[in-house]
């Protein structure tokens, strides 16, 4: 079975500065889809940003980049310059061909102003 | 399209009754999928479907638990003879089919067992 993990439970960072989320995973499967989605505190999950294992280019969103590498089953999300309204949860998941998604614990990230 | 509706957002009950969630998915979106959540955690797959047929069930999940998609839209939760334990959110999202589909999320229904 998949499993996703996220090593830091808790992240701070300055307004304004750039924040780096980790996520792991392990899968024997070749081709998945990996996601970034934000819990703000009371508020629905939102997706930040996605990636296909097949696509070598790292997915950009804005202020939300990635580095996934494959062979060492990492997904890391890049926060650039850090908004207050960036303050939630964010939930690595990871969705294998036609099967469910396999969320990780969370990383509470707090932005100090 | 307003997203993904669930009611109720708030529910208590007593030890040992009954409660039903429902869900109501993007129109268009023929998977569906149930997670409970508990607090600091992340969303814990409970079951899913496509169009009215139920895929897949998690192991973890009690015979209590029943979920239901009668016409491939709605979807009801039901949990029976609820327990303290059961206290979480419940959360609801739907997606297309294909895997890269984003899921999106309802607002969650929380669940307090008295």
């Known amino acids: 079975a998949q499993t996703v993990t996220q090593s830091q439970p808790e992240m701070s960072v300055q307004e304004a500065e750039t924040v780096t989320l980790s996520c792991t995973y392990d899968?024997?499967?070749?081709?998945?889809?990996l996601f970034w989605y934000k819990q703000p505190p009371s508020r629905q999950m939102i997706l930040v940003i996605r990636?296909?294992?097949?696509?070598?280019q790292n997915a950009t969103e804005n202020r939300f980049s990635v580095n996934f590498q494959k062979a060492a089953k990492s997904f890391s999300l890049k926060i650039s310059d850090s908004q207050l309204g960036d303050a939630a949860m964010y939930f690595c998941?990871?969705?294998?061909?036609?099967?469910?998604?396999?969320f990780g614990p969370g990383t509470r990230l707090s932005v100090l102003p | 399209d307003t997203g993904v509706s669930q009611d109720p957002r708030h529910k208590i009950t007593k030890r040992g009754q009954n409660v039903t969630f429902r869900c109501d998915p993007i129109?268009?979106?023929?998977?569906l999928y149930w997670y409970r959540q508990t607090l600091g955690q992340g969303p814990e797959f409970l079951t899913y479907f496509q169009n009215e047929a139920q895929l897949e069930k998690s192991r973890l999940l009690s015979d209590r638990f029943s979920a239901e998609r009668p016409k491939g839209s709605f979807s009801t939760l039901e949990i029976q003879r609820t327990e303290q334990g059961d206290s979480a959110m419940y959360l609801c999202?739907?997606?297309?089919?294909?895997?890269?589909?984003?899921?999106?999320f309802g607002p969650g229904t929380r669940l307090t067992v008295l």
């Open positions: 899968t024997s499967e070749s081709d998945y889809y």
């Open positions: 129109s268009e979106h023929n998977r």
């Open positions: 998941a990871y969705r294998g061909y036609g099967q469910n998604f396999v």
């Open positions: 990636q296909e294992a097949y696509k070598q």
């Open positions: 999202a739907s997606s297309l089919t294909s895997g890269g589909n984003e899921q999106f």
